[in-house]
């Protein structure tokens, strides 16, 4: 994150004007999304826009990169990096304008960076949620599956196992074991999935599991103690 250090919020008087990098160049989007499942709401959350802000001043004009997160105050300009400035070569209009656009485009880039590392650390921290869920379900499984087994034990220590479970009850025998059966396939369904989560491998949440930051959300969004491994 060294290359965002720089970059701070707009102050009154420090820029002549900001525009979105959209309306500088065409671009075939209307901002990138800042979610692994691709939403955007009517606020403008969910999506992160590059920015243009052309600097206050006199000399050659110098242009500004910068992004914007959607869902802000209107009177939230963005944030830019104050290194790096696109230079106009000259004071003609055709060199402003290319300058512009050449930071109008570097600003989409960044955006889409930030973007995707914004809806990988939310594709972790929905992971994390997840994979907490999972461990209910397999928590709440293996307790049905032990409450039917100690009952099975007290029934055929009441009756004797040839009483309750002998070649006369046939039908019972298979309902014990056809319940029991479908929670242990619950258990490893969801141990399995646990394991793609933990991972960073499950199809709709993929985020790189050996990155600190993105084990961070994993462990805020299940609410755990520690990164788990597999």
């Not at 102050?11 to 691709?38: K, L």
């Not at 907490?132 to 599956?145: K, L, M, N």
Request: with cysteine; charged share 25%; glycine share 12%.
């Amino acid at each position: 994150m060294e290359n965002f250090t720089s970059m701070h919020h707009t102050a009154d008087g420090a820029f002549r004007y900001t525009q979105d990098a959209a309306y500088v160049v065409s671009i075939d989007h209307t901002g990138w999304y800042t979610n692994p499942f691709g939403e955007a709401f009517k606020d403008g959350s969910g999506l992160c826009h590059g920015v243009v802000a052309r600097l206050a001043g006199g000399g050659p004009a110098r242009f500004a990169v910068g992004y914007r997160m959607g869902g802000h105050d209107d009177d939230d300009a963005g944030t830019f990096a104050m290194r790096g400035l696109f230079v106009a070569r000259s004071s003609d209009e055709s060199d402003i304008e290319q300058a512009g656009q050449d930071a109008a485009r570097a600003a989409n880039e960044l955006a889409c960076m930030l973007a995707q590392l914004e809806s990988e650390y939310q594709a972790a921290w929905q992971a994390g949620q997840e994979y907490s869920q999972e461990g209910e379900t397999i928590a709440t499984a293996r307790a049905a599956a032990r409450a039917i087994l100690a009952e099975r034990r007290e029934l055929i220590r009441a009756n004797g196992s040839g009483g309750v479970f002998g070649s006369g009850w046939p039908a019972m025998c298979d309902a014990i074991r056809a319940q029991v059966t479908a929670h242990c396939d619950t258990i490893r369904t969801a141990r399995e999935r646990r394991a793609k989560l933990a991972a960073g491998d499950d199809p709709t949440l993929c985020f790189w599991a050996g990155s600190e930051r993105m084990q961070a959300a994993f462990i805020d969004g299940g609410d755990l103690d520690w990164f788990p491994t597999f």
